[in-house]
């Protein structure tokens, strides 16, 4: 209903991502619905102001809710919150002997609400993106496309996946523990809904940015990384995402 204020959660902090570049991103898209009063976090300790919110939007990698948080969040869904998941937020990451990442499952209440874990993924390279519901409201008259420079993500499914985009690879993750996980799959999701008690959460993978010092201590200088905020079509789906979450769509 148009003059209702709506209320957005925003957690942003991503590590070996370009947290700033995707937080101003995002809140610029948010911005652009007068009725949106957005709340922006780097962590989910604001339970009651998640809560309390019609939308949650997270752009983090390697962040981890605590058991109360998680408890939280599962509230918050099975009230009917909805959830915009992106990129790496089901991602947990540890380094182990040989400068290698490991994944552990380690929060599987979180990745359970979440729908899938990151267990994996090969280096940056051009992704071809499938439209897989041509009349879903999320992806109707949105074709076939490609991003450049995106990171092809191998994730565990977990529970009831409606999947609207999805890409084929199946290169191993060289530098992962896991690193042939993912590659007996002809295909992969890339974005998908997952219900979950009254709400619902929409994950979508894409959305790789790094900026000159984020890889740090692994690179002392990055090469900066835009990868599918290149692209317009996931500035569209992003808008999308946007409206689903509060119910526009």
């Not at 009063?37 to 997270?58: C, M, P, Q, Y």
């Not at 974005?191 to 002392?220: A, N």
Request: charged share 25%; net charge negative.
């Amino acid at each position: 209903m148009e003059d209702q204020l709506i209320d957005v959660y925003l957690v942003c902090n991503a590590r070996f991502h370009d947290t700033n570049f995707a937080r101003l991103e995002l809140l610029k898209l948010l911005g652009e619905n007068e009725d949106i009063h957005t709340r922006v976090a780097d962590s989910f300790a604001d339970t009651e102001g998640i809560k309390n919110s019609k939308l949650l939007i997270t752009y983090t990698c390697d962040l981890r809710p605590t058991p109360e948080e998680q408890v939280a969040l599962g509230e918050f869904l099975s009230a009917g919150g909805r959830w915009f998941a992106l990129h790496a937020t089901n991602a947990i990451l540890e380094f182990v002997d040989g400068g290698k990442v490991d994944t552990p499952d380690i929060a599987p209440d979180f990745m359970n609400m979440l729908g899938s874990r990151f267990v994996a993924h090969p280096a940056n390279q051009k992704i071809s993106i499938r439209v897989t519901d041509v009349e879903h409201p999320l992806t109707t008259d949105i074709s076939d496309f490609e991003v450049e420079d995106e990171e092809p993500y191998y994730c565990e499914p977990l529970g009831e996946q409606t999947v609207l985009l999805e890409a084929s690879y199946s290169e191993p993750s060289e530098g992962y523990v896991q690193s042939s996980y993912g590659t007996d799959r002809d295909n992969h999701p890339q974005m998908y809904l997952h219900p979950w008690g009254g709400g619902e959460v929409l994950y979508l993978s894409l959305g790789h940015c790094s900026g000159k010092h984020d890889m740090k201590p692994m690179v002392d200088i990055n090469t900066v990384v835009r990868g599918s905020w290149n692209s317009p079509v996931y500035y569209e789906l992003l808008r999308r995402g946007i409206r689903w979450g509060i119910g526009d769509l």
